[in-house]
């Protein structure tokens, strides 16, 4: 599975690649939904950038390892990391979407835009408006919108915060559990041993191999006892540190299944699973069906 870099994303798009942009450490644009619709479907893929869109109308969006509907209005957040696309299945749709590289947030903000939960891998990126969130998240895009043609020599500094102005939107709507800032010894353990375990994804080729396979391995590169680490992930999480390892490599191999020609053994293999049988009763064990049979079953069975 390829990312798609931002030059693909502007000859997807069929609009002038800016002449700046391979200088541009963080680059930012922002467009209306409507103008873009049509223009070679966006295939599914992990991209380069970050996205923050606002759609209006029926479709579906395909996340990770997971398919929603969407209807109506929905503000989506979509993390470089995490393979998507979109299927629209209005004729009238129509919205916003910004893109944007990680350093135009950090190189004006304090702290890395991936500390927000809408961005995390198992996050909620999907808010669903009603009429008057609506009327004022647009009312952002279009402060956006009129912010990126004008010459003010501060503008993207204005255009960081209504970034953070929509961020900070949806994190109003849905307060989230999650705490930017660790309180304990083991929330900081839980969350380094998250971060080294999200380190080993995407699964991006089929010589890429998932190293980190135990709560053992992880409690050697944390230098602690296992004992330690799994206290800490459990007392935290609520689930064992097998759990989170087994739940995260079968969520990558449905992704792969799904979105990959790669076949079974190839697949096995990138996962760290010596023999195609291993992985066959592991992904049976989570899933419980087989590799073959799951990568079988029709992608959009009700459309």
Known sequence: MQTQTLEEFYQSKTIAIPANLQREVGHFNVFTLED??????PRYSRRAFYKISL???????HYADKTTEVSGT????????????WHSLS???????????EGFFSERMRGSISDFPMFARDGKPAYFLNEKQD?????????????????????YDLLTNYVAEVIHYALKLSP?????????AKSRITSVFTELLERQFPIESPDQRFELRS???FARQLSIHVNHLNRAVKETTG??????????????????????DWNISEISYCLGFEEPAHFNKFFRRLVSTTPSAYRAVEFFPNV
Do not use: W
Not at 91 to 101: H, L, Q
Not at 135 to 153: G, N, Q, T
Not at 176 to 184: A, G, M, R
């Open 91 to 101: 004729k009238d749709t129509t919205g916003f979407f910004c893109i944007f590289k």
């Open 215 to 217: 709560a053992n391995d």
């Open 135 to 155: 009327a004022e998240v647009s009312a952002i895009f279009r402060k956006m919108l009129d912010e990126i043609k004008s010459d003010y020599v501060y503008k």
């Open 55 to 61: 759609s209006r109308g029926r479709g579906f969006y």
């Open 74 to 85: 929905t503000l989506m957040f979509f993390n470089p990391q995490v393979p998507y696309t």
């Open 36 to 41: 873009h619709l049509g223009e070679n479907a």
């Open 239 to 260: 689930r064992t540190t097998t759990e989170h390892i087994f739940e995260r490599l079968a969520s990558e191999a449905k992704t792969l299944l799904k979105h990959t």
């Open 176 to 184: 989230s559990e999650k705490l930017y800032h660790h309180s304990d």
